[in-house]
């Protein structure tokens, strides 16, 4: 069974930082690109950023590029986003996402329907002065 856990987020200040993480089981993860989706009250999900299997190649949406950085462990089955000058914009649910199939090239994940792939319960992002 697929289980991806994130943990880390909270309440911040504008200019603030956090750092998300996924622990994931049950399934191979260093066979699989995995990325982040958020979703924002009366929005729908929207992918944040995505890695590829063994980390280097990654992609982030317009919004977060250069603030945002995604990372992952594959001997620990952990993925991060280490998120710096947060903008009150940045306020969401943020998600762990799992591609349905190995060993894809990224954009295939983030040019998907978010709610087609595996994610975890979330963690919520507050960026609130």
């Known amino acids: 069974e697929v289980r991806l856990v994130e943990s880390g987020g909270g309440l911040v200040m504008p200019g603030g930082s956090l750092r998300l993480s996924c622990e994931a089981s049950g399934f191979i993860f260093s066979s699989y690109d995995m990325g982040w989706v958020r979703q924002t009250p009366g929005k729908g999900l929207e992918w944040v950023a995505v890695?590829?299997?063994?980390?280097?190649?990654?992609w982030y949406t317009d919004s977060v590029e250069g603030r945002f950085t995604i990372s992952r462990d594959n001997a620990k089955s952990v993925m991060s986003l280490d998120m710096t000058n947060l903008k009150t914009e940045n306020t969401a649910m943020y998600y762990c996402?799992?591609?349905?199939?190995?060993?894809?090239?990224?954009?295939?994940?983030?040019?998907?329907?978010?709610?087609?792939?595996?994610r975890g319960q979330g963690t919520q992002v507050t960026v609130s002065s």
């Open positions: 996402a799992k591609d349905p199939l190995p060993y894809r090239a990224i954009r295939m994940l983030y040019s998907s329907t978010p709610t087609g792939v595996e």
């Open positions: 890695t590829s299997t063994g980390g280097s190649s990654s």
